[in-house]
């Protein structure tokens, strides 16, 4: 039995897992299918900024496009630190392809860089 | 920029965005006013995820957010002044003349209407009492958020946590990505403030601890902190003697509450609610002084941005109706009952739209399996219940008042 908090929305339900993978305490079927996960390949977003070349725009946010196995975040975290972005990007739109190998790539989150002349 | 708007919006964030887009898409000529270089506010530096879940039901990060109103209010070419202060805000009887600084220098702008919303700022380690020097190295959340985020910054190697809100254990996770080493959130109330699932993805994630009960009472260090003294606290919150602990560190990141920013409200002589600490203000989010609404953080603290961004669209439509055509409102009080920490609006206007009155209340504790209630000349109009009740979750209902005619109670039964 494993008591899992699930992080899919503010509810935060706590689900109970059993040993034959029955699941409890979800009030939806997103938090089923969390649970489920989380105990068989646990995995999160990426969240982080990276540099850039332009001088109004030092860091900007970076996400990854979807989620990673959990046990890579840190060292995703240490990659992106390590780009430097120097082409214009837009919401969306690639910073890293296939991070750390997982399919998943980071892509930025603003479009304050389209607005530089 | 013009010299005369039909709505200056205050503050360029969530609540001003969406009370900006309204208001042109109503039909007002519309100035936003931004003290920082961007628009965005808050959420340029939330960089985390978890917004828009109820606006958009999708995952959004802060800038992603403020990226979709953004990019509206430049499709709707809305007039936009950055690095502008106001300095002053006047009334007379054809309106509000608003003075403002900027590097242009200093100007006068006229405006039928004034949408406040300022957001909040950050209490302070001086407001909650904590004993010692003034060295470097005590910062609040929002301030190690935007020096990491915004200028790639690292404030910390060793830090303690003080407080278990959502923006403390967000940077918990933070700082600990970035290399530091939280040492340990500390939160003074027996129960954690943020949510649930922050407390997982953020410290269970990462193995940092989260010690209830306990608080900062002295910082350690003349120039740069050194050490911060916990405490454990009864559940009055009292220091309990003999439970002093030394906690060597360099940094002490303090997220003990958020102060809605009312100084322009207050220089206007408008009531301030002192529940809220936001203006009092009736169902079209207008305030009591004719011509000003209000939206947002200021307003009162909420949890969800998507609520700020329905107060922005409240007010601003609001604002643009008013500008068209004024009226003398129809004000009752709604009265607050069992169970209600703070209630938005504090006033229902007789003479607007009551339809779809929404309401935005925060609960006086913990609690689950309760009913909100909106009573109406004695009578119960309106029942909604409630599973899970948290003192620091804003609890969003929506009734129909329409033909209502005495006073109305909420209330938590």
């Known amino acids: 039995m494993r008591e899992i908090i699930c992080i899919v929305c503010p509810n935060g339900c706590e689900l109970k897992v059993g040993e034959d993978f029955s699941v409890s305490g979800n009030l939806c079927e997103r938090g089923r299918q969390f649970a489920l996960q989380e105990i068989r390949d646990p995995r999160r977003t990426v969240t982080t900024v990276c540099r850039t070349v332009f001088p109004d725009h030092p860091f900007v946010p970076v996400r990854s496009a979807g989620e990673i196995p959990k046990d890579l975040v840190p060292r995703a975290v240490r990659e992106a630190g390590k780009k430097i972005i120097d082409t214009p990007l837009g919401i969306g739109e690639t910073v890293i392809e296939n991070i750390l190998g997982t399919g998943t790539d980071i892509i930025i989150c603003t479009n304050e860089l389209k607005e530089v002349r | ?413």
């Open chain 2, 1 to 413: 920029m013009k010299d005369r708007y039909d709505a200056a919006v205050i503050g360029g964030g969530p609540a001003g965005l969406a009370a900006a887009i309204s208001a042109k898409e109503n039909g007002a000529e519309v100035l936003i006013i931004e003290r920082e270089n961007a628009l965005g506010g808050i959420l340029k530096q939330c960089i985390h995820d978890g917004f828009g879940l109820i606006r958009y039901g999708e995952k959004l990060t802060g800038p992603e957010y403020a990226w979709r109103d953004i990019e509206k209010v430049r499709k709707l070419e809305i007039d936009t002044a950055l690095l502008t202060f106001v300095l002053d805000v006047r009334a007379d009887e054809d309106g509000y003349e608003l003075v403002l600084t900027s590097r242009e220098g200093i100007r006068k702008v006229r405006t039928a209407a004034l949408i406040l919303a300022t957001g909040c700022r950050e209490r302070t380690g001086k407001q909650i009492f904590i004993h010692g020097d003034r060295p470097a190295g005590i910062l609040t959340a929002g301030c190690a958020q935007d020096l990491v985020n915004l200028k790639g910054q690292m404030p910390a190697h060793r830090a303690v946590i003080l407080g278990s809100g959502d923006i403390g254990l967000i940077m918990a996770r933070r700082l600990t990505l970035e290399g530091a080493e939280v040492i340990g959130v500390y939160e003074a109330k027996s129960r954690p403030g943020g949510l649930a699932r922050n407390i997982s993805q953020c410290l269970d994630d990462y193995g940092i601890p989260l010690h209830l009960s306990t608080t900062v009472t002295r910082t350690i260090g003349k120039d740069r902190l050194e050490a911060v003294e916990v405490m454990k606290v009864s559940e009055d919150l009292e220091p309990l003697p003999g439970t002093e602990e030394i906690v060597p560190c360099d940094t002490l990141i303090l997220s003990v509450g958020l102060i809605p920013e009312n100084e322009l409200a207050e220089s206007l002589d408008i009531r301030i609610c002192p529940q809220t600490k936001g203006p009092y203000a009736d169902n079209t989010l207008h305030t009591l002084k004719e011509g000003v609404f209000s939206a947002g953080n200021c307003l009162s603290v909420n949890d969800l941005v998507d609520y700020v961004s329905e107060n922005g669209m409240i007010a601003g439509r609001s604002a643009a109706a008013w500008v068209r055509k004024k009226r003398e409102r129809d004000l009752v009080p709604v009265k607050t009952g069992k169970g209600i920490g703070s209630c938005v609006p504090q006033y229902l206007d007789k003479g607007s739209d009551l339809k779809k009155t929404v309401f935005w209340l925060r609960s006086d504790t913990d609690d689950h399996d309760r009913e909100a209630v909106i009573r109406t000349g004695g009578n119960a109009v309106f029942r909604k219940k409630i599973r899970t009740i948290r003192q620091a979750e804003t609890i969003r209902i929506e009734a129909d008042l329409s033909g209502m005619k005495e006073e109305a109670e909420v209330s938590l039964e």
